[in-house]
């Protein structure tokens, strides 16, 4: 099957040290043939070490991003991330009812990977309510996961599954739970849709640039999700993009903490 160009939207906020949020997102689509455009939420200061400081500009101006960007382009996907507090959350719900794109892929951006919190408590319940029904995939980590149910985080693949289940009760059309956080050997994560659940395994790659992994996975679904005839060829074809990019991320040399993964491993 032949398919044009994508034009795939990150809604999410923006990482001044270029390793997550809509600098990561722009980096996959482009990796992955994609034209990118970007609504941004919020901005941050940051670096490889941590956030050092959060300005979240007005809903309403959220609003006009949304518009101004749907009003004109054709869009064929649209990548969610960090969206700070609840008028945040309802605004893009808000325009996601009102243009319906084909495909939505929710990453649940709650903690960074230095512990600062990108979600506001009160956000929280808005997501679940507002946004998860909209989602053709969202994407948790256990964590989030956890929080999204008022559980404990799973410790096993049972308990991912179940909570995949649980999540898509909510309304998400799928969910894949991304087993990061287990203790175990691999890194599987499972994709749970009506057809059922799918493991996806992969390899733990022992290396410290890791930042940026949960909105480089997910943005690159977005990218080929209108490229691919199926939600689960996607999504496996992302993972291996992401697997590349974190093997290859000690060729960059990008500040003294956790520094990005290489999403251009491919052709530099």
């Known amino acids: 099957m032949t398919h044009p160009i994508p034009n795939v939207l990150t809604i999410a906020g923006s990482d001044s040290g270029g390793g997550a949020g809509i600098q990561a997102d722009l980096k996959a689509f482009s990796a992955l043939g994609a034209y990118g455009l970007s609504v941004i939420t919020a901005l941050t200061a940051q ?50 009812r009102r243009y319906r794109p084909a495909h939505v892929v929710l990453d649940t951006v709650m903690i960074s990977k230095s512990h600062h919190a990108l979600l506001a408590p009160d956000a929280v319940a808005a997501l679940r309510v507002e946004l998860l029904p909209l989602a053709t995939l969202v994407t948790p980590n256990l964590p989030e996961a956890a929080a999204l149910l008022n559980e404990t985080s799973a410790e096993d693949e049972d308990a991912m599954v179940r909570q995949g289940e649980a999540l898509r009760a909510l309304g998400a059309r799928a969910v894949l739970m991304k087993g990061g956080h287990l203790s175990s050997a691999d890194s599987p994560d499972w994709l749970i849709e009506d057809s059922g659940a799918m ?9 410290k640039n890791t930042h940026g992994t949960g909105c480089t996975l997910s943005s690159s679904i977005a990218a080929l999700l209108p490229q691919r005839d199926t939600l689960a060829a996607a999504t496996v074809d992302a993972k291996l993009y992401l697997t590349g990019a974190i093997e290859q991320s000690a060729r960059l040399d990008v500040g003294h903490g956790v520094g990005p993964v290489h999403h251009f491993f491919r052709w530099w």
């Open 47 to 96: 670096n490889t070490r941590g956030v050092t400081a959060i300005h979240t500009p007005d809903a309403s101006f959220v609003t006009a991003q949304l518009d101004a960007v749907f009003d004109d382009i054709r869009i064929d996907a649209v990548k969610i991330g960090m969206l700070a507090n609840a008028d945040v959350v309802r605004a893009v719900a808000a325009a996601l």
């Open 199 to 207: 493991r996806l395994g992969g390899p733990r790659v022992p290396v």
